[in-house]
């Protein structure tokens, strides 16, 4: 296990993006969705358009389709959203369950810092750890998958 004096340096906006996941993680799918409205609604299809030969290609289903799945951002959430799942099952069965708890209140649950305090007995020094360990963590098993 990783303590507070040995983490390695984490690029800055690694930390940022896996925080953001964490705090995010319940909505996870309904950010990928927002994604892919998002998409669909960059191309409006208009029935005369897709009836046209020449617009059948440029804004059919088919071609939305294509871009949803090609679509980038999409394809990172889809893969953040398994690797988190993954990684936080083998967290749950490897490390102490008091650091479960923690991560599960913190990021799942949103709590204060003093409502952490109270409901984990972790002085806050004890969560900054688990926090930087979990983050170290999920950095390099995301690098596994090329996320990083």
Not at 24 to 44: A, G, H, T
Request: with cysteine; charged share 30%.
């Amino acid at each position: 296990m990783i303590t507070t004096n040995e983490v390695p340096a984490i690029p800055k906006k690694a930390i940022n993006e896996i925080t953001f996941l964490l705090y995010n993680y319940n909505d996870l799918e309904q950010i990928i969705e927002q994604n892919k409205e998002d998409v669909i609604d960059c191309v409006k299809i208009s029935g005369k358009g897709w009836l046209r030969r020449e617009h059948q290609n440029q804004n059919s289903v088919e071609s939305q389709v294509i871009r949803i799945q090609d679509d980038k951002s999409i394809k990172r959430l889809t893969l953040w959203q398994e690797v988190l799942n993954c990684f936080i099952d083998e967290y749950r069965m490897n490390y102490p369950q008091k650091n479960y708890d923690f991560i599960k209140l913190k990021y799942f649950a949103k709590l204060t810092k003093e409502e952490l305090t109270k409901k984990t007995k972790l002085n806050i020094k004890e969560q900054r750890a688990i926090s930087n360990n979990l983050i170290a963590l999920i950095y390099f098993y995301a690098k596994d998958y090329d996320l990083f």
